[in-house]
Nanobody, 121 residues
Framework: HVQLVESGGGSVQAGGSLTLSCAAS????????VAWFRQAPGNECELVSS???????YYEDSVKGRFTISQDNAKNTVYLQMNSLKPDDTAMYYC????????????????WGQGTQVTVS
């Protein structure tokens, strides 16, 4: 049974930073694709960043240079370091894994966390 637990969200002022954590159990993050998605009220869920089993990373254009995805294999945890936060980054952030195709198509991820709220004012 795969379980993902996100933490680290909160409320910050524009320009601030947050680090989100996605602690995994039932799956090994070092050999899996893990992705961060976000959904703001009234908007569709969008891919923010992902890290593949080979270590390659992806960032959505609006977060390039500001967000960094990483993983701690000893803790079986994936992180999303978010710097220079903007009000447009306000959303519920979810981590997901067990993609059946590639490492970024939202409909292909079978396991999701409960989400953590990020609010930037």
């Amino acid at each position: 049974h795969v379980q993902l637990v996100e933490s680290g969200g909160g409320s910050v002022q524009a320009g601030g930073s947050l680090t989100l954590s996605c602690a995994a159990s039932g799956v090994t993050v070092s050999t899996s694709c893990v992705a961060w998605f976000r959904q703001a009220p009234g908007n569709e869920c969008e891919l923010v960043s992902s890290i593949s089993s080979d270590g390659s990373t992806y960032y959505e254009d609006s977060v390039k240079g500001r967000f960094t995805i990483s993983q701690d294999n000893a803790k079986n945890t994936v992180y999303l370091q978010m710097n220079s936060l903007k009000p447009d980054d306000t959303a519920m952030y979810y981590c997901a894994t067990e993609a059946t195709v590639g490492c970024g198509i939202i409909g292909t991820f079978r396991s999701w966390g409960q989400g953590t709220q990020v609010t930037v004012s």
